[in-house]
């Protein structure tokens, strides 16, 4: 069974930034991929980043040129620097590890608030 936990959630002003952690334990060696999702209330959850093991990243559209994703698979890591933040970007935000289509798990989800 695969762990995955976050950190680095909070409150910060529209324009500031931060930096979520996602560490996954349970496995020796990294996921194929992993990503980043949020789901402000209300709404579906979303694909916000993704990165494979090989190192190749997908972006949504609304985070492009203000969040980077990024791992350390040799501490099965993945981080997500989020810049520019603005109230829109107010969601939880979860860390998704796939290892295959039957083998997938979900974080518990960090809460990111933008308000002034």
């Known amino acids: 069974q695969v762990q995955l936990v976050e950190s680095g959630g909070g409150l910060v002003q529209p324009g500031g930034s931060l930096r979520l952690s996602c560490a996954a334990s349970?496995?020796?060696?990294?996921?194929?991929?992993m990503s980043w999702y949020r789901q402000a209330p209300g709404k579906q959850r979303e694909l916000v980043a993704t990165?494979?093991?090989?190192?190749?990243?997908n972006y949504a559209d609304f985070v492009k040129g203000r969040f980077t994703i990024t791992r350390d698979n040799a501490k099965n890591t993945v981080y997500l620097q989020m810049n520019a933040l603005t109230p829109d970007d107010t969601a939880v935000y979860y860390c998704?590890?796939?290892?295959?289509?039957?083998?997938?798990?979900w974080g518990q989800g960090t809460q990111v608030t933008v308000s002034s």
């Open positions: 998704y590890a796939f290892y295959s289509f039957a083998d997938a798990y």
């Open positions: 349970g496995r020796r060696f990294p996921a194929n991929a």
């Open positions: 990165m494979a093991s090989a190192g190749t990243t």
